[in-house]
Each structure stands twice: as C-alpha cells, then as structure tokens.
C-alpha cells in the first residue's frame, strides 16, 4: 500500500485556494502584559525563578509606558512607499533614525522598575537611570547592530525593554498596510531585526500556520513549517527537545534545526500549550539552547531579555 503524503496547513490552505495570513501585528493592549504574565506561570520552581520574575516586572513596566507613549515622529508615506516598492522594513533597526524621546521611554521604564525592584536589580536600574542619553544611544546602537564589545549585558534588558517599546508603538501606529513582503524573509519585515522564536498557532484563521516573532517590534510574520528560519533550506531539518516523562511530540517547545547551516531556532507550538509566548518560553527553556550548543549548532534568533556581550572598555560602556 503506497504511504500517504501528510499535507502542512499551508499545503491544504493554497490547495483550497485560500490566504495564508502573512503578517500579524501585536496586541497593543495586551502585548507585555501577556507576556508578564507567561513568565510567572513558568516562574514558580524554575532555576531561573528570580530572573523570570524580574523580566515580568520589565514587562509589566513595557506594557504601561506603550499606554502611555510619548509623541514620537513617524516615517513620511513617501518613505514607507519606496520600502514597499523595494522589498524592505521602513522600520530597519540599523538604519532608521531613532527619535531621542525614546531615551524618555526608557527613563521611565527605569523609574518604574525601581518601584518593583529591590537588592542588586535594584541597583543596577538606579544606576542607569543616572547615566546620559549619549550613553544609551551608544548602548542601544551596539544593541540593535549586534555588536558585543563593550556591551553592558546587565543593561541590555532594559534598553533592549524601552526599544522595544519605541519600535512597538511605531509598528502599530502604523497598521499592517504599511508593511509589505521582504525579499529576505528572515528578517522581520516591519524593522528587520531578526525573530526570537517561530510560533505555530491556533484560531480560526491561523490554525496551524506557523509565524516567526520578531525580537525587537513583537510583530509575526508568515514562514512554512519544516522551512529554516535562518536559510530558507527544507533538507536536513530535525527537532529537538529536553528529555523528560512526556512524549516528544507533546513537547511545546522544540528546537528546529538545520544541518545547511549549522543554526537553530526555537518553534513554540500552541496545540500544546495554548499559553506559550516566544520572548518568555526562550528564556524559560534555556537548557535546550545548551542542549543544542553541544551539537556546534548557532541560535538563529536573539533575545534582548538575555544576552552575552563582552566586558565593557569603560564604567559607562560608550
């Protein structure tokens, strides 16, 4: 008996002719909170316990100051025009001119947090919220360039909470219309800076397709399953998971990896577990990334709630 091809949602979607849904835009009400919220669900007997309960209170403190933004400029449409006729983020994290009331985003976020910190956390926010925009305007550049020399790794959670903020808010004041397909489709099509993990989702028009999630604007973006996130190749493909009492093929979050190119992403499956949020299902499943590590293989993704950097040239970092 000839085996019988087992059909991806996106297959059976474009075979019904019908219309994947290629971009998703956060929930601006809800989009830190949600994800406050996910990190004390996985808090609670966790190694890391502490650390998820103080990047909840980062997000917690990210969700009221994007209720309250500051009036920052927005590209022109003659600019996000020529993005979309050229296949590129009018938004690009490398290139776009920052608005420096984002420092103010950034102020605030740390004036909040030391309400809801306490000990070396404490500290540590205290002594930012003392330093010139100079300096996080130089953090924030080494931050979104992925330059480690002289990156304060202590800091980058909360620059990298206030500009994802900033770049929230722009992202959503400006509808899903002002974005258009990449030619790159790895990067995030609303600011280019790579996803922190893929998401297989549920609901009625997304039920199955998977979306990666960008790390910096929080905005999902349309790639097939069994597909690399990093170099679009489908051979060599495989999944893996930490070893515990439950089945593989229950585990909500798996490691998809690529032997092309030697990288991995995260993919977060909501079947399984209808909660799971990309930025904190990745720092709460760390010991995968080191699972993975072992095998040579590099995270295709980034996470600015946990990064590595080098020590800094100075007490400033600049």
Known sequence: MAAQKIFTPEEIAAQAGGEIPFLRLPARLTVFSDRAARLRQLAPGHSMAGYLEFIAHVADAQQRALDAPPQVGL?????????????????????????????????????????????????????????????YEAQASKLLNGIAFGLNVAWAPLIGGALQVYWTHLTTTLGAAAFARLDMPNVCPCCGMQPVASIARIGAQENGYRYLHCS??????????????????????????????????????????????????KILYMERDAQVEPVADDLATLPLDLLVADTGKLCAGVNFMLLHGEPAQDAAGV
């Not at 983020?89 to 306490?118: I, K």
């Not at 999902?220 to 399953?225: F, K, L, P």
């Not at 999944?239 to 690529?258: F, G, M, N």
């Open 216 to 265: 910096l604007c929080a905005a999902e973006w349309h790639m097939v399953r069994i597909k690399c996130a990093a170099c679009d190749s489908t051979k060599g493909i495989s999944y893996q998971s930490i070893a515990d009492a439950r089945p593989a093929e229950r585990h909500a979050v798996k490691a998809e990896c690529c032997d092309e190119c030697d990288s991995y992403l």
């Open 75 to 135: 590209p022109p449409e003659a600019a996000l025009a020529q993005s979309r006729e050229h296949g590129m983020p009018p938004l690009n994290a490398q290139t776009f001119m920052r608005d420096p009331r984002w420092c103010d985003v950034l102020r605030r976020l740390l004036r909040d947090l030391a309400a809801h910190t306490e000990g070396s956390a404490h500290d540590i926010v205290n002594a930012l919220e003392n330093e010139r925009d100079e300096l």
